[in-house]
C-alpha cells in the first residue's frame, strides 16, 4: 500500500517535503574496481577486453568475433516477430520525424557596430551507445538514443552491448539497423565504456558516450567524463498522475503500474481532487498487480514509493507538481491545458485521458530518455542537442576594433591582466 | 622555451599524438574534506557557514552580516573608476544583446495523423553562481555567467563570493549589480556550494550552480550534483593561433601571452606555415615576457606547455586544430574562411587579424565560458541553454491512439512489459 497525504491535514507540508527528499537508489561503491578495470582497458587495449568479457560475460573472442557482423544483423532482423518489426519502423520514422525538428539552426549576423557575432553548430563526430544486456537490453532505448544521433550527423555511431556466452537480443540488434547505429561490438560493463572512451586495436575511441547502465556503468562513465562526453546517470523511472474523478479508475491504475514494473526503485504517485475516485484508484491497483508476470517488482516499487496525494481543488496540484517535478507528468483531467500552463518542472507532459504515458515511451514520436529524480528542475531530456555542440565567432575589423579595443583595455587592466591588455593596445599603436 | 614540431619531421605524428595527452592539471584530492563540509552545513545550516567562513576566511558574521547589504553595493558602484564602469555596462549591453538571440522557441504543433507534440522551455527557477575572491575574482566573470541567466528569465539568481575579512572587489559587486544579480553572500569554498545545494535558514536553496572555483571548490559541485544541476568543470584556458608570415610577430605574441598569464597550467599554441615566422614570434614572446607584471607565470605557462607547430601549408592546420579542439582558436591569415570551412571542434574562433582572443574576453558580446582541455569535441559554451530546460509535450485523442496503441503493445510485449501493454490495451477495450 502507497502513503496517503492529504492536502487538509496539518501536517502535510512536513510529510510532503520529507516525502520530496526520499532516496529510491543506494549507489553501489564500485568506484575502485572501476579504475582498475579502465586502466587496465587503456593499457592493455583489446587483450584486457577479451579477459574481462570471457569472465564476466563467459564469451570467448577466440570463437566468436567482438564486432557484430552484418550477417548476423540480417539474421536477427529475419527473426523478429513482422507486428513488432513494424512497430519499430513506425517508431523510428516517428522519432526521427519529430528530432528532426530540433536541429538548431547557425545565427551568423553583423551587430550595428559591423562586428561579425555568431554560433555554428556541428555534429559531435563519434559516439557510444551503450545498451545494457538481459532483461534490462531494450530495443525501444537504442531507437531513443540513435535515432537523435542520426538526425544531429554524428557520422559514427558505436553500440556496446554484453553478450552473455554470445547472445544478443535480436530485436536489439534490429532496432540498432533500423537506427543506422554504424558499428556494433560484443562487449558491456566498465571495459566497454574505456575501450569507447581510449579505443583499442579494433574499436576506435569515441567523443561522447550515452545509454542506460548498472553500477559499474555508471561509474565508469563518471570516470571517463573529461576525456569524452557523458549525458546524464539516469535513475530510476517515475510517473506523476494528476486525475480528476471523471477518468475510469483502471485506467489510471494501469498508468501507475506501468512505471511500477520497470524496477523495485520506480515511483509512481497520485495527485486528485477526489478521496473517493483515489481509493478506487488504488483498489484497481492492487486488483490489477494480481495479472502482472512482473507483480513482485511492481507491488515492491508501489508498496514502497508509491503515493496518493488528495488536494482540495485540481489548481493546487500544480505547486505540487513543480516540486515533485516528475520525469512523466499525466494530466488526466477536464481542462488539461488551464494546469500546463503553471506547470514548470516536468521532463515530458502527456495530457488528457488518452495519452497514457507508454505511447511516449515508444511510438509517440518524442524522446524517453528524460530527466528522473527531480532533475527536471534544472536540466532536459534526450533530444538532437545532446549531438551537436556550439561553436561561437568573432569577427572585428579595425574599425570595430577601434570602437570596442579601449573597454576591453580597461576592463583587462582593472582585472590585473596586463597582457591582456597589450594583445588589444598593441593593435592599437597604444604602447606596448 | 615552447615545444616545438615540425609536420615535415619524420616522427611528427607520434610527437603530436603525445602533445596532445599532455595533462596540464593535477587533481587535487578533496573528495574527504568537501564531503564532511558538505554533510555538516546541511545538517547544521547557518551556525556551520558561521563556523567555516570564521576558520576559512576570517571572517565573522557577528559583525558583518552575511548578505551584502544594498548601500554597500551602492558604495561599490561609486568606488569604481569611470571608464571601467563605463566598460561594464558597454560589455553588459553586447553580451545582453547576443545572447537574447539564443533563446531556443517552443515548438508546439500537430502532426499529420493529428497528434500533438512539443517542446516547451522554461527558465529554471533559482541559480547560484560561485565567484572566487582574491585575485581570480574576475567581474567580467560575474557578466558571462549571470546574464545569460537573466536573459533566460531565471527569477532569482545568487551570488556567492568568499570575502577575506569581509573584503569584496568593489569592481566584482559593481559587476553584480549590471547584471541584474538577486542576493550576494559572503561566503565561499565547499560551505558556499552546500548553501547554495540545500539551503540554510538565510539562503533558500538553488537549482543549479554555476562558476568556475578552485578544487574545493569543483569537488563540492560534483558532490552536490543531482540534488542540482552543475555547468563544466572548466580546466585551465588555452589558446591555438593559426597564423601566416603576414602578420606582425608581436601581435601573435601578445595574443599567446594573453593566455599564457592566466595561470601556470593555461597553453599557448602557434600553428604556422612559416619557420622563420614562427621563430619571429617564439622570440616577440621572449621579448615580451620581461615587460609583464605576470611575468613568472607566462614564462611557466610557455615554457611547460607552449608549442610552436610547423605545417607545410595552411590547409594543414585543420586537422591539427581538429585534434586539438581548442577554448580559443584565432585564424589570422590572409584567407580565414577558407579554414573556418573545415573546422569542427573549438570553442570559439576568433577571426582575422583585428580580432584578438582578448576582445571576445571582455566585450565582443559572445560568451568568454568555453569549453577547455578539448571538450570542445563534445561541448559548447556557456549559453542561454545552459538556464532553461524543455520540457517534451505529447497529446493524443481517441483516434491517435487507436491508430498508435497496437504498435505501442506491440513493443512493450516484446520488452516483457505486461503492464505497459495493459496501459494502452485497457483504453483500446483490447482486454486486461
Chains 1, 2 share one sequence.
Do not use: C
Request: aromatic fraction near 6%; glycine fraction near 8%; hydrophobic fraction near 45%.
Amino acid at each position: 500500500m502507497a502513503i496517503w497525504l492529504d492536502w487538509s491535514e496539518a501536517d502535510f507540508e512536513a510529510k510532503f517535503a520529507a516525502f520530496l527528499t526520499t532516496k529510491r537508489e543506494v549507489s553501489e561503491d564500485v568506484g575502485q574496481t572501476v579504475r582498475e578495470i579502465i586502466a587496465d582497458v587503456r593499457a592493455r587495449g583489446d587483450a584486457a577486453l577479451t579477459e574481462y568479457t570471457l569472465r564476466f560475460d563467459q564469451l570467448d573472442f577466440a570463437e566468436t568475433p567482438m564486432r557484430v557482423t552484418d550477417e548476423e544483423i540480417e539474421d536477427a532482423l529475419a527473426q523478429v516477430e513482422p507486428d513488432v518489426l513494424d512497430a519499430l519502423h513506425l517508431a523510428a520514422a516517428r522519432i526521427t520525424k519529430h528530432h528532426s525538428r530540433q536541429m538548431p539552426k547557425d545565427d551568423i549576423y553583423e551587430d550595428d557596430i559591423g562586428v561579425g557575432l555568431g554560433s555554428r553548430w556541428t555534429a559531435i563526430e563519434a559516439v557510444g551507445l551503450y545498451v545494457p544486456g538481459g532483461s534490462a537490453s531494450y530495443p525501444s532505448s537504442v531507437l531513443m538514443n540513435a535515432l537523435p544521433a542520426k538526425v544531429a550527423g554524428v557520422p559514427r555511431v558505436v553500440m556496446v552491448v554484453p553478450a552473455m556466452r554470445g547472445k544478443i537480443n535480436p530485436t536489439v540488434l534490429a532496432a540498432a539497423r533500423i537506427a543506422g547505429v554504424d558499428e556494433i561490438y560484443r562487449i558491456g560493463g566498465a571495459q566497454a565504456v574505456a575501450a569507447l572512451a581510449y579505443g583499442t586495436e579494433t574499436i576506435s575511441p569515441v567523443a561522447k558516450i550515452v545509454g542506460p547502465g548498472n553500477a559499474y556503468v555508471a561509474a565508469a562513465k563518471r570516470e571517463v567524463f573529461g576525456t569524452v562526453g557523458i549525458d546524464m546517470i539516469a535513475g530510476p523511472s517515475e510517473v506523476l498522475a494528476i486525475a480528476d474523478k471523471d477518468n475510469d479508475p483502471d485506467w489510471i491504475a494501469a498508468d501507475l503500474l506501468a512505471q511500477a514494473e520497470h524496477d523495485r526503485a520506480a515511483q509512481a504517485i497520485l495527485i486528485s481532487d477526489d478521496a473517493a475516485f483515489a481509493k478506487a484508484v488504488s483498489d484497481a491497483v492492487e486488483r490489477q498487480l494480481r495479472l502482472l508476470p512482473r507483480a513482485d517488482t511492481a507491488a515492491a516499487s508501489w508498496r514502497d514509493y508509491g503515493a496518493v496525494i488528495i488536494v482540495p481543488s485540481l489548481d493546487k496540484s500544480v505547486p505540487l507538481a513543480n516540486r515533485i517535478a516528475a520525469e512523466h507528468l499525466e494530466l488526466a483531467v477536464a481542462d488539461p491545458d488551464a494546469l500546463m500552463e503553471g506547470i514548470r518542472n516536468a521532463g515530458a507532459i502527456f495530457i488528457g485521458r488518452h495519452t497514457p504515458e507508454v505511447i511516449g515511451d515508444y511510438v509517440g514520436g518524442s524522446n524517453h530518455v528524460l530527466p528522473t529524480a527531480r532533475s527536471a528542475r534544472f536540466s532536459s531530456g534526450l533530444s538532437v542537442l545532446e549531438y551537436v555542440k556550439r561553436t561561437s565567432i568573432l569577427r572585428l575589423g579595425p574599425d570595430q576594433l577601434r570602437a570596442l579595443g579601449p573597454s576591453a583595455i580597461a576592463l583587462a587592466k582593472s582585472e590585473g591582466l596586463d597582457a591582456h591588455a597589450r594583445s588589444v593596445g598593441i593593435r592599437l599603436n597604444l604602447g606596448s
